[in-house]
């Protein structure tokens, strides 16, 4: 065929490529012209594309899909490798071993920092005291993250030096447990991600001195985590949680050529955040408005989370007469709270968990559009884990996306045994992470990793929607909830897409859109849904041009 008089930039062929898009589902080529498909077609077409300064990959026959787009990706909090690893540790016993082991290799250490501690390793489900940290810390004092960073767990040395004690037990990075018997702080403080991740809580946590929270440390946890994104072939991060003061670690990342995904940074608002603040907000977003890092939409919570029974349930925790957890706003305030952002124009992300934080939420929206009038909001509820049936529809009809994680779901993370299945009860199973649920009532699934609460790789979740089964084989749990590849394919690319404004550039292989996109090591779409948690990116495009893999 003749040459084209302005051949392509880049060429792809000999692919599978499975678009996304249903007004054409699949092509063998594609060319790129400035970061953008120009043309999809077949091998005999993408001839004519080609000229001699054209960079050609030959994906060899292998699928080829968009860039997955994270919803929901802590980059900036893990994992550190300066932090004691936890993840695995099923007992008191083998926390204590990799401390000692740590203490061992670092015996000059101010601090003993660890991270991804796991509820169910302390024995009899009860939660973690400094007394429990004690006897292997050598009065060093020890900062622990929970694996969900909702709650830390500290020493007797870090509760002195943290200035907590039965008088001083409300922190700006958390709410220090007490004994119910003695009132004395007991080392264990929820509400770390509600506080400790905002702006005040991480600034007192540098002024008492706590290395996890110095600039360099957070600039290494995002740089190590945005190299691991783009190795994942996840194209779009969403960083969920930010603030004012940590847009300048992704200047930083943009600046030294580490912001290979590009990145949509929300901006926390904790309670008391004032009008100013606000003003702030949109500043920000107009200032970082490209298509590499883009700033706007809000996090809030209405709740906390099952495992620490800080959930907000409709009925009380299994074994509680009367506990079912607290929403951090009473339902008619927040209500008006977000109303107001709403009319606004903001976008809200809105962590719930429990199924009254989930209704408090949709009642939230349904105030609001009835107060502003119907808007393309697209105002996301994070997590969905504990959903009422009878809320199903109302995401669909409220124009509400629910940005889910499907690795939450899986039987060895919060299945029988777990602390997340005990505390809901096994009469409340059916409501555990309901993708197909919801997808068959016509809501918009946003798939997304929640690291460093659990692993990036989009296979791993992609592969946990549609079994329910763990990693290793075994039983599936609540299976009547799986849903398709093609589906759980969706909530990665165009669902995600469409829940934060870019299913327009992003999300589908469509010529005009972006040039993302992966060519993975197995075809998904064919394959034994065992093979697909060893499937890789072999190649990852971003905007035409090649960040992981060779060509």
């Not at 993408?46 to 994270?70: M, Y």
């Not at 709270?337 to 809200?348: H, I, P, S």
């Not at 699934?445 to 990036?456: H, I, Q, Y």
């Not at 969706?490 to 934060?500: D, F, L, R, V």
Request: charged share 25%; glycine share 8%.
């Amino acid at each position: 065929m003749p040459l084209a008089a302005h051949p392509a930039d880049l060429v792809l062929r000999n692919a599978r490529i499975h678009t996304v898009d249903p007004a054409n589902p699949e092509a063998q080529a594609m060319a790129v012209v400035d970061g953008r498909i120009t043309r999809l077609g077949t091998d005999d077409e993408a001839a004519s594309w080609t000229g001699p300064h054209t960079q050609v990959i030959d994906a060899a026959g292998k699928l080829v899909l968009p860039g997955f787009i994270d919803a929901h990706n802590h980059v900036r909090l893990g994992s550190d490798d300066a932090c004691v690893q936890l993840a695995g540790a099923r007992t008191l016993d083998e926390v204590h071993a990799r401390i000692r082991a740590w203490r061992m290799a670092h015996p000059d250490a101010e601090w003993i920092e660890a991270e991804a501690f796991d509820y169910s390793a302390i024995p009899g489900g009860r939660m973690p005291t400094a007394a429990d940290l004690d006897p292997v810390t050598d009065g060093v004092p020890a900062f622990v993250l929970s694996y969900d960073v909702h709650t830390a767990w500290v020493n007797t040395a870090a509760m002195h030096r943290l200035g907590i004690d039965r008088e001083h037990t409300r922190l700006p990075f958390g709410e220090a447990a007490t004994d119910p018997a003695t009132g004395e702080p007991t080392g264990f403080i929820r509400d770390f991600a509600v506080k400790g991740l905002s702006r005040d809580g991480h600034r007192a946590l540098q002024r008492l001195g706590v290395p996890w929270a110095s600039p360099d440390r957070q600039y290494g946890r995002l740089a190590t985590s945005l190299d691991d994104a783009i190795r994942f072939g996840i194209t779009t991060v969403v960083e969920p949680q930010n603030s004012l003061d940590d847009l300048a670690l992704f200047a930083r990342a943009r600046a030294e050529g580490r912001l290979r995904s590009r990145v949509v940074a929300a901006l926390f608002h904790p309670r008391g955040t004032t009008d100013a603040d606000l003003d702030d907000f949109a500043d920000a977003a107009r200032r970082h408005a490209d298509d590499r890092l883009r700033v706007g939409p809000l996090k809030l919570y209405i709740d906390d989370v099952v495992e620490p029974r800080t959930a907000a349930l409709l009925e009380p925790y299994a074994g509680c007469r009367h506990h079912r957890g607290d929403t951090f706003y009473p339902p008619e305030e927040f209500a008006g709270l977000l109303a107001k952002l709403d009319a606004r124009g903001f976008q809200c992300f809105v962590h719930a968990t429990g199924d009254r934080g989930i209704r408090t939420v949709l009642d939230a929206v349904e105030h609001a559009r009835a107060v502003n009038g119907p808007r393309d909001a697209r105002h996301q509820i994070v997590h969905v884990e504990c959903l009422d049936p009878d809320d199903t529809p109302r995401f669909a009809a409220l124009g509400v996306v629910a940005c889910m994680q499907p690795r939450h779901s899986a039987p060895e993370v919060a299945g029988p045994g777990k602390d997340w299945a005990e505390n809901v009860g096994t009469e409340r199973w059916h409501k555990a992470w309901p993708l197909r649920s919801l997808h068959r009532a016509g809501a918009v699934l946003a798939f997304s990793s929640d690291w460093n609460v659990a692993e990036m790789d989009p296979m791993i979740g992609i592969y946990t929607a549609v079994t329910r089964r763990p990693l290793d084989g075994g039983e599936p749990w609540m299976p009547q909830e799986t849903i398709t590849v093609e589906a759980a394919v969706h909530g990665y690319t165009m669902g995600s897409a469409y829940a934060n404004f870019l299913e327009h550039d992003r999300g589908s292989l469509t010529v005009g859109k972006a040039a993302d996109f992966v060519v993975l090591s197995r075809d998904i779409l064919r394959s034994a849904p065992e093979d697909i948690p060893g499937t890789v990116a072999e190649t990852v495009v971003v905007g035409g041009r090649v960040e992981h893999g060779e060509c």
